[in-house]
């Protein structure tokens, strides 16, 4: 319902010509939203003042920022120092996807914004944390592969997080989404709280590809990458299914390992 109330207001507020500008007009959105349905910021507790970030506010959403400081050149890992550019981890056990890409990370109001998208089911914030991921300039592929959830995950969550993300990014680019190029088994345990080893022993086995790959180069979307093991199965499946090369294109990425 608040959704549908939304949509009615900002038909209120005409951009044509004549009409009230860009910024007055979400400025005059937001005022009445906040009226109707008062919230607050989850990392600062003040009051929403955007809608299209609703339930962040502006100056908590603008804080955040891509991460820019040195990071292992295959897997995105954050490094300690500027001289180095690949991690221990991928000079000891490369992984089989090329290179992944990352926005930030995960910390702070961005990781506020991931919890309250894939945990508290705030479906609207795929759209401006999409946007997010297209500040990166990542390579060409032939087609996006969002990581899959198990049935009993989706019916659960009510929606794959990772496959609103990449649809977003299918549309900005043009490429084409198969959004069951892969499948996840049911009998995997959370990874929250697992070690590196025990994320990895884990997820062994768990992603099937549905469908041959043969020659494509292909984009793994997810959000959160964070010991990298996800990834690993997941590119190692595709890589099996034919592909000519995977790459993994993530929203935040963990910032120790």
């Known amino acids: 319902m608040r959704q549908r109330?939304?949509?009615r207001l900002i038909t209120a507020f005409p951009a044509s010509r004549g009409g009230f500008s860009g910024k007055v007009k979400q400025h005059l959105?937001?005022?009445i939203v906040n009226q109707l349905f008062p919230s607050q910021c989850p990392s600062c507790s003040s009051r929403t003042d955007n809608v299209s970030v609703a339930p962040f506010c502006i100056r908590c959403w603008s804080a955040i920022k891509r991460y820019s400081g040195p990071a292992c050149r295959i897997c995105a890992t954050p490094l300690s120092s500027q001289y180095s550019d690949v991690c221990a981890g991928c000079l000891k056990d490369p992984p089989p996807f090329s290179r992944a890409l990352g926005f930030g990370i995960y910390e702070g109001t961005l990781a506020d914004a991931i919890h309250c998208y894939k945990f508290r089911g705030i479906r609207r914030l795929h759209k401006p944390l999409a946007r997010l991921m297209l500040?990166?300039?990542a390579p060409g592929t032939d087609a996006l592969i969002p990581v899959p959830l198990t049935l009993s995950n989706l019916r659960e969550r009510g929606f794959n997080q990772?496959?609103?993300?990449?649809?977003v990014i299918s549309k900005k680019y043009s490429l084409p989404l198969i959004f069951d190029g892969?499948?996840?088994r049911e009998d995997t345990l959370p990874q929250i709280g697992l070690s590196a080893a025990g994320r990895r022993s884990n997820i062994r086995g768990?992603?099937?590809a549905a469908r041959r790959f043969d020659g494509m180069r292909l984009m793994l979307i997810d959000d959160v990458m964070t010991t990298g093991a996800t990834a690993r199965e997941c590119s190692k499946q595709l890589m099996k299914a034919g592909a000519k090369e995977v790459l993994v294109l993530v929203l935040a990425r963990a910032s120790a390992v």
Request: with cysteine.
């Open 162 to 167: 990772s496959l609103l993300l990449a649809r």
């Open 5 to 7: 109330t939304c949509n």
């Open 182 to 184: 892969l499948l996840k």
């Open 135 to 137: 500040e990166i300039d």
């Open 206 to 208: 768990a992603f099937r």
């Open 29 to 31: 959105l937001s005022g």
